[in-house]
């Protein structure tokens, strides 16, 4: 079995997983300090988990790095408030649409360069 996971580099990354926690809720468990900072952690999720690294510990050539995050997301409320709070201080690449999937689709790069593919599916 494998089990893929997605993992996020930021700066900053003791502030950005309150920011994150905000938005998808989930526990925060931090795996590797230095002094006050935060230099990995996890939020974990309903059976699934975010991982995180700061800029110091993952040193990335670029920033966003070609990865997408896709969240499958239970209701259109959530789906919105977590649209609204990624695109804040983001860029929307896809507005909010209804897709074939009898659903909503949308794309979004947050505040740090992770772009977001966020959708719904109704019953």
């Known amino acids: ?18 920011y994150y926690q905000e938005l998808f809720g989930g526990e925060i468990v931090v795996l590797r300090k230095q002094g006050d900072e935060v230099l990995n ?8 988990k975010i991982s995180f690294a700061d800029t110091q510990a993952a040193k990335p ?22 649209y609204a709070g990624l695109a804040a201080n983001g860029r ?11 659903g909503l689709l949308a794309v979004v790069t947050d505040r740090n360069g992770v772009c977001w593919v966020l959708s719904y599916y109704r019953s």
């Open 1 to 18: 079995m494998i089990i893929a996971n997605p993992f996020v580099i930021v700066d900053n990354c003791k502030d950005e997983l309150n």
């Open 41 to 48: 952690a996890e939020i974990r999720l309903d059976g699934s």
């Open 61 to 82: 050539t670029a920033i966003g790095d070609y990865v997408r995050v896709f969240l499958r997301i239970e209701g259109e409320r959530e789906f919105r408030r977590i």
């Open 92 to 102: 929307i690449n896809t507005e909010v649409y209804e897709a074939p999937f009898n």
